[in-house]
């Protein structure tokens, strides 16, 4: 059999955000059906590295005799952008698969990545994935939603990744556990795939995660927490006396470590019998002699990976206090090494804004772009800042638009931060100084981008959607549902509608608006993000509140035209409650 590399005649990773295109493709790679949570994929094959999967979209006749499930296959198609994620892969392209030849059922997946397993492999490139034959023993543990593996290695801890269970291992895992979020810290032992090439898990602070398609071991009985304890027990740890900066912030405590005159990324506090003298100010600098033990937490803000139990708070410094000390003295004169995080002092302006897993921070100077974080407020923000007679900022409450704010507090960077590693900095504000619920990202966006003909932050360049044209006014009729029809005319990143329903030959309802573009479905230059290519939506301006109400009237314009070449539409009306799609009507 010829060598296993890949016949590759023609691979594009559709990246441009306008009408999309169906490219002509013929590749080759491991087929394999269930993702984790259902679906068929095709894993493609260069020079002998399996990447990440593209989704195939397949009538079952055309899956050849003889197929096994991870066969070496060739496929003829189209490549198109993804419409979905699965479970356990992120998802970017997907192929309309027009033939399938079988090559070799013999080398299966697993074989292969075996076979292969000790060879060099060429760096990545930005966006890639990697795909590794991989054993592990160790934990798996539920924090905030999300699973995570701590791996072992002649008993010690040696890595930490995000973990999936596919297949047979989850058939198998939910015998003992059906839900597998209540397992908290149970010993697994098992083999699968090491997914390698961006961040992964909820926090993204994970650099690979495991896929556990066999699980071999789970033992209930044999724990995390079990291996810690013994840990403690058995090791002498050393005490230790440190200094730094002691923060409350909710339930947490935080240290954050002075070392070689630069405040380093926090620790949290445990300080057992101790207690913090009367009259101690908030964030003062303290002195601590007590056992640092590694120990992964979240509470409120910070991701961390060590815990001090103090046995002595040695001195307390109420004048001398962190954003103070990082305003003054933070002055790195290095560059930031590998795995490097650093801190620094926090004073912008911008945009707070709080959809889905993605409570973020638009910072702007200028009226320009300047950065973007993962934000989270401090407690006592949350509790202080009133917006529309509604307290509480943050996780707890929806500012789907973002809201305009001038804020104070502190930004660490050097990693990956947020859901899937999404953020390149983290930004914790102890104060807002300013906000003004009148003025919109969404607004500022299309804003600039009527002024500059784009708008770009620091991954994208975003322009306007281009299957409306600029002024036209287009007709739409429902295809099912009601006798209903939509005029619409789009003006920059607007859309003024009209929407009416009819009963035979009298109008029964009819209303007029205007609807903004969300804008993370504007046309991109280029984007890693394939959650909303195939669509622009268009979200309502009239609202209750600009704030916490969601759109009452939504229209999803797709990027695809149907067979005939018309656009086509559907509404989300929750003044009716009720979705239907419709065709454009030409004149």
């Not at 050097?414 to 590693?421: A, E, I, N, T």
């Not at 981008?449 to 006014?473: A, H, Q």
Request: a negative charge; hydrophobic letters at 30%.
């Amino acid at each position: 059999m010829k060598k296993y590399l890949t016949l590759l005649l023609l691979l594009v990773s559709v990246c441009f955000y306008g009408q999309e295109e169906e490219r002509e493709i013929v590749i080759e790679g491991f087929y394999k059906i269930s993702l984790g949570g259902g679906g068929h994929a095709l894993f493609p094959v260069v020079n002998n590295t399996v990447n990440g999967p593209i989704n195939l979209e397949i009538e079952r006749y055309k899956i050849p005799n003889g197929f096994v499930n991870t066969a070496w296959v060739r496929i003829k198609g189209k490549i198109l952008r993804a419409k979905y994620n699965y479970d356990c892969y992120y998802i970017k392209n997907r192929i309309v698969v027009d033939e399938v030849m079988l090559i070799d059922t013999t080398m299966l997946m697993e074989k292969f990545l075996k076979k292969h397993a000790d060879e060099k492999k060429e760096a990545l490139n930005e966006g890639e994935e990697r795909i590794e034959y991989f054993e592990g023993e160790g934990f798996y543990n539920e924090r905030y939603g999300e699973l995570y593996f701590v791996e072992l290695k002649d008993g010690e801890v040696i890595d930490t990744l995000g973990i999936c269970f596919e297949g047979r291992a989850s058939r198998k895992h939910s015998e003992v556990y059906p839900d597998k979020f209540t397992a908290n810290g149970v010993y697994v032992k098992g083999s699968g795939f090491k997914i390698t090439g961006r961040s992964y898990g909820l926090s993204g602070e994970y650099d690979s995660q495991f896929n556990i398609s066999e699980l071999k071991v789970i033992d209930t009985n044999y724990t995390f927490y079990n291996y810690q304890q013994d840990r403690v027990n058995k090791e002498k740890q050393g005490v230790v006396e440190v200094e730094g900066f002691y923060k409350i912030n909710g339930r947490e405590n935080l240290f954050f470590p002075l070392k070689d005159s630069l405040v380093q990324v926090p620790i949290i506090v445990d300080l057992k019998n101790n207690k913090l003298p009367d009259g101690f100010v908030n964030t003062s600098f303290v002195r601590l002699k007590g056992k640092l033990i590694e120990q992964r937490s979240f509470f409120e803000s910070y991701f961390t990976k060590y815990t001090i139990e103090v046995d002595e708070i040695i001195e307390v410094y109420n004048n001398h206090l962190l954003e103070d000390y990082l305003k003054k003295y933070q002055v790195y004169k290095t560059e930031l090494k590998e795995d490097e995080q650093r801190l620094e002092y926090f004073e912008e302006e911008g945009y707070y804004s709080g959809p889905f897993e993605g409570y973020t921070f638009v910072w702007i100077k200028d009226r320009e772009y300047k950065g973007e974080g993962w934000a989270f407020f401090d407690e006592d923000v949350k509790q202080n800042v009133v917006v529309e007679g509604k307290m509480g900022l943050g996780i707890k409450s929806s500012f789907n638009r973002g809201i305009y704010m001038k804020v104070k507090g502190i930004r660490t960077y050097g990693k990956r931060y947020g859901h899937f590693g999404g953020w390149k900095s983290q930004v914790n504000i102890s104060k807002v100084v300013e906000f003004d619920i009148n003025k919109s990202l969404w607004e500022f966006i299309e804003g600039k981008i009527r002024e500059n003909g784009f708008y770009k932050d620091d991954g994208e360049k975003l322009t306007f959607p281009k299957i409306l044209e600029e002024g036209k006014t287009y007709a739409f009729k429902a295809v099912a549902v009601c006798d209903c029809t939509l005029e619409a005319k789009r003006t920059g990143g607007y859309i003024d509608y009209t929407f009416t329903e009819k009963d035979g030959a009298d109008i029964k309802n009819s209303f007029s608006g205007r609807l903004i573009t969300n804008p993370w479905t504007y046309d991109k230059e280029q984007s890693e993000n394939s959650w909303f290519n195939y669509r622009i939506t268009y979200e309502s301006v009239e609202t209750e509140s600009q704030v916490y109400d969601s759109s009452k009237f939504t229209v999803q314009v797709y990027r695809e035209k149907d067979e005939n070449g018309n656009i086509t539409i559907a509404i989300e009306d929750y003044i009716n409650q009720r979705e239907f799609g419709l065709t454009e009507v030409k004149n």
